[in-house]
Antibody
Framework: QVQLLQSGAEVKKPGASVKVSCKAS????????ISWVRQAPGQGLQWMGW????????HYAQQFQGRVTMTTDTSTSTVYMELRSLTSDDTAVYYC??????????WGQGTLVTVSS | QVALTQPASVSGSPGQSITISCTGA?????????VSWYQQNPGKAPQVIIY???QRPSGVSNRFSGSKSGNTASLTISGLQAEDEADYYC??????????FGGGTRLTVL
């Protein structure tokens, strides 16, 4: 069955970077893109960007441009999302999700990133 | 990208129907039939219930339906059940390979 397994919770200081991984299994990894969505405590979902596994090209939301990088390692079927220059506003649960022609059918379990001094 | 506008909360009694609106702009909802809806229960990842405005993935109850008129998409839940109590989010393609979510709507089943 399709599974997206994310890395564990992280605690970071302001100004640091975080890299979250999302390991896919149960399907042909190159067949679907992967999106990243975050959710701050008590808040709504925020789309961050998505990555085409086929092309290796990523598209980012304007508000994260210059601060986020999405990469992939096809040898391990893993997608990474790195967010830099963290502030307390970046404290959130980060989800990866499999894309199906513009919507997401399978989601990871989420990774809590806490930014605190 | 500006988030799509949803009501913060809606409520209904079991058996009733409710509709959640999702208002965007000409640049997103109004230009593309690529609106999806997600249901999220507390502490859980979202789950898609509607895609491409009105399509239901297999396994999703036919009590859920979607539509769109102009810059506003809508999710209707008929025959409301206690298990429908959750947060609901719309999402639309916004051009240039980007997407935008709505602010979310908390559904309370009275």
């Amino acid at each position: 069955q399709v599974q997206l397994l994310q890395s564990g919770a992280e605690v970071k200081k302001p100004g640091a970077s975080v890299k979250v991984s999302c390991k896919a299994s149960g399907y042909t990894f190159t067949s679907n893109g992967i999106s990243w969505v975050r959710q701050a405590p008590g808040q709504g979902l925020q789309w961050m960007g998505w990555m085409s596994i086929t092309t290796g090209y990523a598209h980012y939301a304007q508000q994260f441009q210059g601060r986020v990088t999405m990469t992939t390692d096809t040898s391990t079927s893993t997608v990474y999302m790195e967010l830099r220059s963290l502030t307390s506003d970046d404290t959130a649960v980060y989800y990866c999700a499999r894309n199906v022609s513009g919507w997401s059918d399978y989601w990871g379990q989420g990774t809590l990133v806490t930014v605190s001094s | 990208q500006v988030a799509l506008t949803q009501p913060a909360s809606v409520s209904g009694s079991p058996g009733q129907s409710i509709t959640i609106s999702c208002t965007g702009a000409n640049s997103d909802v109004g230009s593309y039939n690529l609106v999806s809806w997600y249901q999220q229960n507390p502490g859980k990842a979202p789950q898609v219930i509607i895609y491409d405005v009105s399509q239901r993935p297999s396994g999703v109850s036919n009590r859920f339906s979607g539509s769109k008129s102009g810059n506003t998409a809508s999710l209707t839940i008929s025959g409301l059940q206690a298990e429908d109590e959750a947060d609901y989010y719309c999402c639309s393609y916004a051009g240039r390979s980007t997407w935008v979510f709505g602010g979310g709507t908390r559904l309370t089943v009275l």
